[in-house]
């Protein structure tokens, strides 16, 4: 008797799936029409799909920083956009499927979140051509590509200028979240900066992952226990490029007296869930990924889908130092000078260290 | 290690004591000296001063606790004869109710929360394995991942609306939990400090071990050690953990002495997950000030790895917990440089395991020993740092070798995993 009814639940299980699986089919090819015939109508019903890496929306950094972009964008040209966001296990296939989701029910564009997704976007938007793909922080080629790269060496280079300037003990941390090239880029240039500055300064580098484990992005006990680790080593300034790991860093160092936190990508002192630690966040190395998202998709609302590569840096503002809290006040001149020569070309940043 | 070797006809009552004589406590404080005797060699010759740091001693308690916890939930799950790979799940509530009740009321209605959250995983498990007979790692296995979907989804409710938003939750985020209060013994904290400062050798190690573990402990890892004791007592030195262990045993046997060995079980599992939502209460509230989306980061599995490595003994799970705090805590404060110190206390290890093999006459395995101990130090005199990859898989490396080496004296409970159905044995 049992098994009658375990088997009845799964047939009426399966057949609901179908069902919700064949609305989507519909409704997918009804409004693919419309965006594949003709770019005209895309004014009004706005539709644009974001897959968001590891962290998500609520990462309080990079995934917030894309999120504030897209409701810019929502705010000022209407629709409903998708959000998706990829999981730790997630492989090459799903977020292949992620793309392929959102491009068959018609959003466009659809916005990547991430250098993990660039073998998908290169992989999906060949499939297809007439929706626009963007992607943060990986250079893809495609005729319906943009590549939203981001000269975070530069930023992370005036971070360590600052913290040359702001450290007494002349010993500095810096905590990677994932050992790979695109933090790799921030650790080259912070050190740089250093050295620039104050070539005693010895930096301390610390990655909490490697490789294809991404939990560096989003363990802020991992962070915790790296920070805690700096500090008793006499270290009195930390920059966490480490997602929401990044969070266990600065909760850490406002612990200890006179230690200093650079926060990442977003202006971190501005976070409601800092609040209480942000009298050590001495400034944050921010990525405009918002101005880059929203760039994008008032390209694809006015007709004019941007595509290649689109470079945001320190002189289109693309990314740069926060001063929110006054702490860098007193060594503005020194940093405007490193940021002028950066723009000029007087010093060249490394991206490997 | 303790040396269990009970024969296979023995009762359950000797078979769970008689280890323990062997290892009495003047062996186990010998054995502890040169463990210590072993980490300062090594901390003198490398110059990683790091290996026994008080800092490094407390991070590491700090992140084997989680693990402990998660081992000893199983440990009373398993005791009482139900696996339990839903700890994971477990954990995952205990983070998520943990931090709900947590941000609103402080820390200690907090773990309570956890602690009901976790109980509540364990009531499905036992519902499903021990009324319905439901295989024990499908059910186990099915707990984790409603557990992991049911907090996406509540988090979305609870974390990203109203006042909660506005003070820093998201779905990915409880806001921030007040902290919960630490204790340092006062007068031997700070001079355990100015000991361990000098760098004499075993006297300054000894402080930076004992200053680690009196300094700034919270009085959640207080409370886990508390459990750990009691947990010994109320099932090795009770009448009531005589019968649970019975029913891991021989549920029938137990049966037949008048034991109601449904209840005797699901007093195990829901203690298991009890312990468990402590162990992610934990976790949301110590090392992290609020709850994040996938914070057990498979504690739950390593903290049953640490229970085998442990023979499925309160003592044994401490130590295997307490290694892979160590490493853990090693890998993140201080990189390759400590990692590679550690290189030379494998070396000393193995060269141990050797010269005892040869004592115990099997020459193979000595052989192998040397051999790879020879290996070990080629490997540690050419080199002075261990890539980052490297590092980062010191504690897996670290369970596997354990496991390896002392994989023949495990010794499970005898009808662990094993289905129970009243009145089989008539």
Redesign the interface.
């Known amino acids: 008797m049992r098994r009658v009814t375990t088997i009845a639940a799964a047939g009426i299980a399966t057949a609901a799936l179908a069902l919700t699986a064949t609305a989507c089919g519909a409704s997918s090819t009804q409004s693919s029409g419309p965006t594949g015939s003709g770019k005209a109508t895309a004014k009004s019903t706005m539709k644009v799909g974001m897959a968001y890496d590891v962290?998500?929306?609520?990462?309080?950094s990079f995934n917030?920083s894309a999120a504030r972009g897209l409701d810019k964008a929502t705010k000022a040209f209407g629709g409903t956009p998708k959000e998706l966001t990829a999981?730790?296990t997630d492989g090459e296939s799903d977020r292949e499927g992620y793309l392929t989701d959102l491009a068959q029910a018609g959003y466009n564009p659809v916005v990547s979140v991430g250098y993990a997704y660039a073998q998908a976007v290169k992989v999906v938007s060949a499939k297809f051509p007439r929706t626009t793909f963007g992607i943060v922080d990986s250079e893809v080629p495609g005729k319906n590509v943009d590549s939203m790269t981001f000269a975070t060496p530069e930023s992370s280079y005036l971070a360590g200028v600052a913290a040359a300037l702001k450290s007494k003990t002349g010993h500095i941390g810096f905590i990677g979240g994932v050992?790979i090239a695109l933090i790799q880029g921030f650790q080259a240039g912070f050190q740089q900066g250093v050295h620039d500055t104050k070539p005693a300064d010895k930096v301390t580098v610390?990655?909490?992952?490697?490789?294809t484990?991404l939990?560096g992005f989003?363990?802020?006990?991992?962070g915790?226990?790296?920070a805690?680790?700096?500090l008793?080593h006499g270290i009195d300034v930390i920059y966490a490029a480490a997602g929401?790991s990044g969070t266990?860093s600065i909760?850490t160092v406002a612990g200890t007296k006179n230690a200093w936190s650079i926060g990442v990508d977003s202006d971190q002192y501005q976070?409601?869930?800092?609040?209480?630690d942000k009298s050590h966040i001495l400034t944050s190395a921010v990525k405009n990924v918002d101005v880059a998202v929203y760039d994008l998709i008032q390209s694809v609302h006015n007709g004019k889908p941007l595509t290649g590569t689109v470079a945001y840096n320190l002189q289109n503002g693309g990314v740069g130092l926060a001063s929110s809290g006054g702490y860098l006040t007193g060594i503005m001149p020194q940093l405007n000078a490193a940021k002028q020569k950066i723009i000029s070309g007087a010093i060249k940043v490394k991206s490997t260290p | 290690m303790s040396v269990t070797t009970a024969p296979a006809t023995a009762p359950k009552s000797s078979a769970a004591g008689g280890g323990r004589r062997k290892l009495s406590f003047p062996m186990i404080l010998v054995v502890l000296a040169c463990a210590l005797i072993a980490v300062s060699a090594v901390r003198a010759i490398t110059g990683a001063d790091d290996v026994t740091s008080s800092g490094q001693v407390g991070g590491a308690l700090e992140m084997a606790v989680p693990i402990g916890l998660a081992g000893l939930a199983g440990l009373w799950s398993e005791r009482a004869g139900v696996v339990n790979i839903g700890l994971e799940g477990m954990m995952i509530l205990g983070t998520f109710f943990g931090a709900w009740a947590g941000w609103q009321h402080g820390p200690w209605i907090g773990l309570l929360a956890g602690v009901v959250g976790g109980m509540l995983g364990g009531l499905v498990h036992a519902i499903a394995t021990v009324t319905f007979g439901v295989d024990h790692i499908v059910s186990g296995v099915a707990i984790t991942l409603l557990a992991q979907g049911a907090t996406e989804y509540l988090a979305k409710m609870w974390f990203n609306t109203g006042h909660a938003a506005r003070i820093g939750g998201s779905p990915k985020q409880s806001p921030n939990i007040a902290s919960v209060g630490s204790i340092t013994v006062p007068g031997l904290s700070p001079w355990l400090a100015t000991v361990e400062k000098h760098h004499w050798f075993l006297v300054s190690d000894l402080a930076g071990v004992l200053g680690g573990l009196v300094t700034n402990l919270s009085l959640f890892t207080v409370l886990a050690a508390v459990l750990f004791a009691a947990t010994y007592f109320v099932l090795w030195r009770t009448p009531f953990g005589l019968r649970l262990r019975s029913c891991g045993e021989a549920p029938v046997a137990a049966e037949s002495l008048g034991v109601n060995v449904y209840r005797y079980k699901y007093i195990g599992v829901i203690m298991s997950g009890g312990l468990a939502g402590f162990g992610g209460a934990f976790l949301a509230m110590v090392p992290a000030h609020a709850y994040q989306e996938g914070q057990t980061g498979g504690r739950g599995y390593i903290g049953l790895a640490a229970m085998i490595f442990g023979n499925w003994r309160p003592g044994g799970l401490a130590m295997g917990a307490g290694l892979f705090g160590y490493t853990d805590s090693l890998q993140l404060r201080n990189g390759g440089p400590a990692a590679h110190a550690l290189l030379l206390l494998l070396f000393i290890l193995l060269v141990a395991l050797a010269v005892r093999k040869f004592y115990r006459k099997s020459y193979k395995q000595g052989v192998a020993g040397v051999i790879s101990a020879a290996l070990l130090l080629v490997w540690f005199l050419m080199t002075s740092t261990i890539p980052d990859e490297f590092v980062s898989i010191t504690p897996y490396v670290a369970t596997l070798l354990v496991l390896s080496l002392s994989a023949q004296r495990l010794r499970m409970p005898k009808a662990d995993g094993k289905p129970y159905r009243k009145g089989q044995g008539k």
Do not use: F
Request: net charge negative.
């Open positions: 962290g998500g929306r609520g990462d309080h917030d999981k730790n050992n610390q990655y909490l992952s490697t490789g484990d939990s989003s363990s802020p006990d991992k915790a226990s790296a805690a680790g700096m008793s929401s266990g909760q976070d409601p869930a800092l609040a209480k």
